[in-house]
């Protein structure tokens, strides 16, 4: 079983920067990739960005690219993600992953996940 908590959202005005956190508890979180989503109001769950767990492989969607980061530190089981000239469409409630067992870019490739944590950017 593994139980994930994200903080670090918030409001910021478009340009400005947030780093979001996802602790998870569970023995096998160092083996597992770890992957944020994101859902805006009326929209299906999209994928944002993951990380294999030993931090060699990351991947990102093409909105993204270049403006954020996501991060692992295996020591504290928690997985990061670093948002960068964020964008009014980058508003939605951000969601942390857990142990793939399918795609990597499906939200039905994940088995657990987060309450989710909300973003605002403000034009």
């Known amino acids: 079983q593994v139980q994930l908590v994200e903080s670090g959202g918030g409001l910021v005005q478009a340009g400005g920067s947030l780093r979001l956190s996802c602790a998870a508890s569970g023995r096998t979180f160092s083996t597992t990739t770890m992957g944020w989503f994101r859902q805006a109001p009326g929209k299906e769950r999209e994928f944002v960005a993951a990380?294999?767990?030993?931090?060699?492989?990351?991947y990102y969607t093409d909105s993204v690219k270049g403006r954020f980061t996501i991060s692992r530190d295996n020591a504290k089981n928690t997985v990061y993600l670093q948002m960068n000239s964020l964008k009014p469409e980058d508003t939605a409630v951000y969601y942390c992953a857990a142990m793939r067992v399918g795609s990597l870019y499906s939200s039905s490739g994940y088995k657990y996940w987060g309450q989710g944590t909300q973003v605002t950017v403000s034009s």
């Open positions: 990380i294999s767990g030993s931090s060699s492989s990351t």
